[in-house]
């Protein structure tokens, strides 16, 4: 069995960062000198996908023209002998992985935006990604741990598989909460996923268990996945996850390794630009004095 596609919904309309994403698709965003999706195409990447499939929107072609070649840009830099430069930005469009797109006219929901990429998934197992949910790369080894861990996993065992992180109580009501067979304690442990429940009351959460918006599916997900939403609702894939599971398929889940930014919010989107600038070397040191000032 192969797996190589994964998809990535990149239509949402990123209410929650207004009003920077006004006119600029959140997914461009830059945390320090690179956009939100250019760290998450070079996780997905580094984890072993071959082929990326944006679920996009008419107001999101800068995020494809950033993976594209730029000859004027390139020109420019190489008239004014900027090599580094010039290395990173052919870089970028040199990616070691084919990008597809396919648009979602109007969004309805996580479900809906894979929905809208069975065509090119092609009666596939594939992964999901969200973009705005960002790794911290100086907290883990993404060729060995997390999406690169849950790919071997499923390679491994052919069984849906979830990234999960365990977080406050107050929380919960936040993300997809699910049940398991049994609690995950550190990284590298798989527990059986017994239910799943979209942003439940505190009361009634089943665990502290949430879904990073890492994902791999059998294809066979796309058959619990509704069509239509109901009384306008969103079509959410962990009602699909919870049908999955009450029919007696096997959906597992890990523990997420390190950190994750929600860069869909303007705390976690400020936490990841702080964070990462301590991680990087030539910047370090700058920060740290700008925190020692204020």
Avoid: W
Avoid at 265 to 294: A, C, M, R, W
């Amino acid at each position: 069995m192969t797996l190589e596609k994964v998809v990535i919904p990149v239509a949402g309309l990123g209410t929650r960062m207004l009003p920077a994403t006004k006119v600029i698709p959140k997914e461009m965003l830059p945390i320090i000198d690179k956009p939100i999706i250019q760290y998450v195409i070079e996780e997905v990447i580094s984890a072993g996908f071959k082929e990326i499939i944006l679920v996009t929107h008419s107001s999101k072609n800068s995020i494809e023209n950033h993976f594209d070649t730029s000859f004027e840009l390139e020109t420019t830099l190489e008239r004014r002998i900027k090599r580094s430069l010039l290395r990173e930005i052919k870089n970028i469009s040199r990616l070691k992985s084919k990008i597809f797109s396919v648009r979602q006219g109007e969004a309805k929901g996580l479900g809906h935006a894979i929905l809208q990429a069975k065509e090119l998934i092609n009666g596939e197992p594939f992964a999901v990604v969200l973009p705005d949910r960002v790794m911290n790369n100086s907290k883990f080894n993404s060729k060995k741990d997390n999406l690169a861990y849950m790919r071997k996993t499923f390679l491994k065992n052919n069984s849906s598989i979830l990234l999960l992180e365990k977080v406050p109580a107050k929380d919960v009501s936040k993300y997809g909460i699910a049940r398991l067979e049994k609690p995950l304690k550190s990284h590298g442990t798989i527990s059986k996923i017994i239910d799943i429940h979209e942003k439940p009351s505190i009361a009634k959460a089943p665990s502290r268990f949430a879904a990073v918006g890492r994902y791999i599916f059998e294809n066979k997900i796309l058959d619990f996945i509704s069509n239509d939403s109901e009384d306008g609702k969103e079509i959410e894939i962990t009602d699909a996850i919870k049908n999955f599971v009450r029919e007696g398929n096997i959906s597992q889940a890990t523990l997420l390794k390190g950190e994750c930014f929600d860069c869909g919010s303007k705390q976690g989107y400020f936490n990841s630009i702080l964070k990462t600038g301590l991680s990087l070397p030539e910047y370090k040191k700058e920060v740290l004095k700008s925190l020692k000032d204020h």
